[in-house]
């Protein structure tokens, strides 16, 4: 297998207190989150992984949380610095913060500007303030405004807002809304994603009051992409829409199957090596993370994928794409051919979730991308 582009991902682990939605390794910093040892913890993980790099040049960079910019832009600059000289970054390389609004107080936008981020992806969730109350966010639309404004006076020509729509008590007019405020920001790259129940949170064991019902997800879902389009965003991964050529070329790496390094409590990470592709994932408690570090040990978890899990693994991202992917691309991330492609694919296709276009492109269908879950799980292992 010929190696694929290679990312680095870094994990953050604290927020100011956990959202009841969130199943992130996130957890609340109770005011005093110990940053300085954790960095010290991510540098000696990332003379490990230099190793795994193995000089490779590495595209983009991803500062993923938690809640990244509770880090100082001091701390920030520290673990930038910390990637170049262990790593070859390439020119331009995209580095990217997750950041909420009303957590910037660490410093300003234009200190991690200074650090070296140059996007950052800000989580807005709604501009509706009841419905930020009902997520359990700690921050306000006028915060969300602020902190745009502040970034965007930094120089950051280059921004995510998240939104969640399917929220509790909202229609679908709220929903767009939600979209229109943050088309009115300047907002080059949405990301719009439906609030889900996932276990271990909150709002799995107490479900909110007021969840839309299947027919106005649908109705919010047309409706938002008709504002979008309108805008000029173009859909290009089943929740991403971007501007031009704002896409997040961090995630594309992740939907193409490329490769990605990882460091940080519960980080995980794929690398190509040969004719084998490595999973891993590192110790998830950020105390046990940081004495691990520490203690010379590697810790965490590793595995070579067998084929049924590269073909799973793959189509779990690749099937994300609203164009969809080559042929050519299955068989270089994976090593396997394409027939291997068409005898997994079979029930997908006769279902009509998924298609086969000529020369040799696949993509899931109008149908396919509304049920991705389903068809994703299309492709599962058999047990």
């Not at 989150?33 to 010290?40: C, E, F, K, N, V």
């Not at 929903?175 to 080059?188: Q, S, T």
């Given at each position: 297998m010929k190696?694929?582009?290679?990312?680095?991902?870094?994990?953050?682990?604290?927020?100011?207190?956990?959202?009841?939605?969130?199943?992130?390794?996130?957890?609340?910093?109770?005011?005093?989150?110990?940053?300085?040892?954790?960095?010290?913890?991510?540098?000696?993980d990332l003379e490990r992984e230099a190793m795994r790099a193995a000089g490779r040049d590495i595209g983009t960079v991803f500062l993923g949380g938690g809640t990244p910019s509770l880090f100082s832009p001091a701390e920030i600059?520290?673990?930038?610095?910390?990637?170049?000289?262990?790593?070859?970054?390439?020119?331009?390389?995209?580095?990217?913060?997750?950041?909420n609004p009303g957590t910037v107080e660490c410093g300003s936008p234009a200190g991690y500007r200074t650090a070296g981020v140059n996007r950052v992806s800000i989580g807005a969730q709604s501009f509706n303030d009841v419905s930020l109350q009902r997520l359990g966010r700690i921050h306000s639309s006028d915060d969300i405004r602020r902190s745009v404004d502040a970034f965007v006076a930094a120089g950051f020509d280059n921004f995510n807002l998240d939104l969640m729509h399917g929220l509790p008590g909202q229609t679908e007019e709220m929903?767009?809304?939600?979209?229109?405020?943050?088309?009115?920001?300047?907002?080059?790259h949405l990301s719009w994603y439906q609030l889900t129940l996932e276990p271990n949170t909150v709002f799995h064991a107490r479900p909110p009051v007021g969840l839309p019902d299947e027919e106005t997800s649908c109705a919010i879902q047309d409706a938002g992409a008709a504002v979008l389009q309108e805008a000029g965003f173009t859909q290009y991964e089943v929740s991403a829409w971007a501007r031009g050529d704002r896409r997040c070329r961090h995630n594309l790496n992740y939907w193409q199957f490329g490769d990605y390094l990882a460091i940080g409590a519960g980080a995980h990470g794929k690398v190509t090596d040969g004719e084998t592709v490595l999973r891993y994932r590192k110790a998830a408690?950020?105390?046990?993370?940081?004495?691990?570090?520490?203690?010379?040990?590697?810790?965490?978890?590793?595995?070579?994928?067998?084929?049924?899990d590269l073909v799973f693994e793959f189509m779990l991202n690749a099937l994300r794409l609203v164009d969809g992917f080559p042929e050519t691309l299955f068989?270089?991330?994976?090593?396997?051919?394409?027939?291997?492609?068409?005898?997994?694919?079979a029930a997908a296709l006769q279902s009509g979730l998924l298609e086969r276009l000529a020369g040799g492109v696949w993509r899931p269908t109008a149908l396919g991308m509304r049920f991705l879950n389903d068809l994703q799980a299309e492709f599962l292992p058999s047990a």
């Open positions: 190696q694929p582009p290679l990312s680095l991902y870094v994990h953050l682990p604290w927020c100011v207190r956990k959202c009841p939605y969130c199943d992130f390794n996130s957890h609340s910093a109770n005011g005093d989150a110990p940053t300085g040892r954790y960095l010290d913890a991510l540098l000696l600059g520290r673990l930038l610095a910390g990637i170049d000289t262990r790593l070859a970054l390439v020119p331009g390389a995209e580095v990217t913060m997750e950041a929903a767009v809304a939600d979209i229109r405020a943050a088309i009115d920001l300047g907002a080059p408690n950020p105390l046990q993370y940081m004495q691990m570090m520490e203690s010379g040990e590697h810790g965490g978890s590793a595995e070579v994928l067998a084929e049924a068989e270089g991330r994976t090593g396997l051919a394409t027939d291997r492609l068409v005898d997994a694919a």
